[in-house]
């Protein structure tokens, strides 16, 4: 039988135009012969799901944007949903998304509620004294009572409005560093200022659009796009002493010419960031993890065109390989000894520099 590698989305969310947003992404190696029996329990695997306490959906994304998609629940549907990702051109990039009952989307709602629940347990442990204790005193200052009360209850007003500023503060959803576009909006938080960045970095590689950071603080990062003549922007600040970033100003629509960037000209698809996608292949994917293999990958599934060296260099980050040759380090990298070879195989003008495993003797 032959194999085929499937996308599995899950845990994210549906919108009303029927897009699967805001969701996490794994990808199974399967014989193409496999039953349905067979996919679910891969897919529970692999998710960590535990039978019988979670229910879970299987739709195949048929990419129309009319429906979810067909729903997956025998071998027959099963089967046809791999030839067609096999044969089929159009359906090449079609995920499996799994909706599973249970929703785990990180929300502040929480965080807002403890915080309410802490000003209030601070608001009645407030002291006040019983009014016998200044009696004595009303014949000779009976302002001093009065004063005291009004210190209290503007006490009480300064943390009821410290309150409503942290409810404005934390009033959405945290987003994810695999947000789309269009989910984020004015007022949109973030786990911190490297969940914002990989985002943004994300987005510009899926979408093709470049930006420059215009400042970058601990509490503040401004973008703009690389042609100085578009209106796109982003301004963001972090919340108070937590981590959060909020995105304060946006203009999300660019006003560049689509043409001027190319896919091949990506200036955002470092190395590292291309590390961190190799590293969301590995865990289930059962093949050798070569260089042209990513170069393949990064063009199917973002239309990247990366050199050799950039792809070699990703996967060295990836394995956390600092120096070193394919051969030193193919035991991580394949998982047959008989597909070394295609590592070793190098054009000298181009790579001989790259795959050198230690410097030349001066003679």
Not at 74 to 99: A, Q
Not at 323 to 329: A, K, L, M
Request: net charge neutral; with cysteine.
């Amino acid at each position: 039988m032959d194999r085929v590698c499937i996308y599995i989305a899950y845990n994210g969310k549906w919108t009303t135009d029927n897009k699967y947003l805001d969701h996490e992404i794994k990808l199974i190696l399967v014989n193409d012969g496999i039953t349905f029996e067979g996919l679910a329990k891969k897919i529970f695997q692999v998710l960590k799901l535990k039978v019988g306490e979670i229910k879970a959906n299987i739709w195949f994304d048929s990419n129309l944007e009319t429906s979810k998609g067909m729903q997956v629940t025998n071998d027959e549907e099963v089967t046809t949903c791999i030839y067609l990702l096999k044969n089929d051109p159009n359906f090449k990039t079609s995920r499996f998304i799994v909706d599973i009952a249970e929703n785990n989307s990180l929300s502040v709602v929480n965080i807002v509620q403890q915080e309410e629940m802490q000003i209030e347990r601070d608001e009645t442990s407030i002291p006040v004294e019983p009014i016998s204790e200044f009696e004595p005193l009303e014949t000779k200052s009976s302002h001093g009572m009065k004063l005291r009360k009004r210190a209290q209850n503007r006490k009480v007003s300064k943390k009821r409005k410290r309150s409503r500023s942290k409810r404005d503060d934390l009033s959405g959803v945290i987003l994810r560093e695999d947000a789309s576009l269009d989910e984020i909006v004015v007022g949109s938080l973030f786990e911190n200022k490297e969940c914002l960045k990989k985002c943004f970095t994300n987005s510009a590689i899926r979408n093709h659009f470049k930006f420059k950071t215009v400042r970058s603080t601990k509490k503040r990062y401004y973008l703009k796009c690389y042609d100085d003549n578009c209106r796109w922007f982003l301004h963001s600040s972090r919340i108070n002493d937590s981590a959060l970033f909020r995105i304060c100003k946006y203009v999300k629509n660019h006003t560049c010419s689509a043409d001027v960037f190319k896919p091949d000209q990506q200036r955002h698809a470092t190395s590292r960031v291309i590390s961190d996608y190799i590293r969301e292949l590995l865990p289930e994917y059962e093949t050798e993890m070569t260089p042209n293999f990513v170069k393949e990958e990064m063009r199917k599934r973002y239309g990247l065109n990366i050199s050799y060296h950039k792809a070699w260099r990703s996967i060295q980050l990836a394995f956390g390989v600092k120096n070193g040759s394919p051969e030193q380090h193919n035991e991580l990298l394949l998982s047959e000894p008989e597909q070394n070879n295609e590592l070793l195989l190098y054009e000298p003008e181009q790579n001989n520099e790259l795959l050198s495993s230690e410097p030349e003797q001066n003679s």
